[in-house]
């Protein structure tokens, strides 16, 4: 269970897909429908579509273009935005994330949505999920020009957004992005077990695991009992 020691947090970072929403959505997205559509688009058989597109996404993994949704337009040819509207039913919050976000939203902590999701896709799934006003800001890595992967990254969000690393709280379920900000100097980091509810859970490895947000909750009765005891 993730224990976290909300006297020592003054910023709450938060990753998108597969944190705050069902990674299902992405995964059947990339693995399925759009294979599917570049098949019929190109007039290829289905085999031969997943071969090309799964080779060529696994060689831009962890990169700016692998999570962008205008590379991947040109890339193939599809309007990927539109097809994601599609498909926009599938977006789901995940277990306990809203009721996570409205506790943080009412507390005094900085909240920050840190993302390698494209701008079209956080649109879209803001506007599907009603979630952009439970954040303070928004930083998606396409605007800062390089991934979370890329310690670069932490530094022109250090620039924009400052913070402490020692008394911020990041959640992501991508392992390298939380090596990423662990190496920058970010303490508390927790990895996310089961990003995609229809998958098998993920080992978080060297990180402490987070099953569900209902672990998290709590955190504004810890405050108070800290500030209570101040002033005593």
Known sequence: MAVIDWTQIDSVFLDLDGTLLDLHFDNYFWTDFIPRRYANEHRIALDGARSTLFARMHALRGTLEWYCVDFWTHEL????????????HLIQIRPGARDFLTALHA?????VLVTNAHPASIDLKMNQTGLEPMFDRIVSSHTLGYPKECATFWTHLQAIEPFAGDRTLFIDDNLAVLRAAGAYGISHLLAVIHPDSTGEPVDPEEFCGLHAFEELNGFSTARETATSAGAT
């Open 77 to 88: 040819g599809l309007d990927i935005a539109g097809l994601k509207a599609e498909l926009r």
């Open 107 to 111: 507390d005094t902590r900085r909240v």
